[in-house]
C-alpha cells in the first residue's frame, strides 16, 4: 500500500508560480508510476502530469511548457512545479500513484489562481 500526502497549495496571482510536493509512504523507486491530477468545480478528474520510474513523463496539453514534474527518490517526493499559472489552472490537485497495478490518491490540495 501507499500513502500520500500533499503540500504546497494556496492562492496565486495570475502568471505566479506554485510548487506542489507529494509525499510518499514508501520508497517511490519501485512505484511504477506517480503524478498529479486536477478536479476543477463542477469538471471530471483531469491528468495534469506523471512520471514513470523509467523516466518518462507525460503532461496534458494545456499545462506543457509551463508545469515540470520530478521525482526525488531519495525523499520520497514527487513535485509538480507550475509556472505562469491561469485562473484556469484553479482546482484541487491530487496526487497520484501506480504501485503493482493499484491506484492510489491523496486527498488533495487547493490550487487558486485568482487576483
Known amino acids: 500500500q501507499v500513502q500520500l500526502q500533499e503540500s504546497g497549495g494556496g492562492l496565486v496571482q495570475p502568471g505566479g508560480s506554485l510548487r506542489l510536493s507529494c509525499s510518499a509512504s514508501?520508497?517511490?523507486?519501485?512505484?511504477?508510476?506517480m503524478g498529479w491530477f486536477r478536479q476543477a468545480p463542477g469538471k471530471q478528474r483531469e491528468l495534469v502530469a506523471i512520471?514513470?520510474?523509467?523516466?518518462?513523463?507525460t503532461y496534458r496539453d494545456s499545462v506543457k511548457g509551463r508545469f515540470t514534474i520530478s521525482r526525488d527518490n531519495a525523499n520520497n517526493t514527487v513535485y509538480l512545479q507550475m509556472n505562469s499559472l491561469k485562473p484556469e489552472d484553479t482546482a484541487v490537485y491530487y496526487c497520484?500513484?501506480?504501485?503493482?497495478?493499484?491506484?492510489?490518491w491523496g486527498q488533495g490540495t487547493q490550487v487558486t489562481v485568482s487576483s
Open positions: 514508501r520508497s517511490i523507486f519501485s512505484i511504477y508510476a
Open positions: 512520471a514513470t520510474s523509467g523516466g518518462a513523463t
Open positions: 497520484y500513484a501506480n504501485y503493482v497495478l493499484t491506484a492510489y
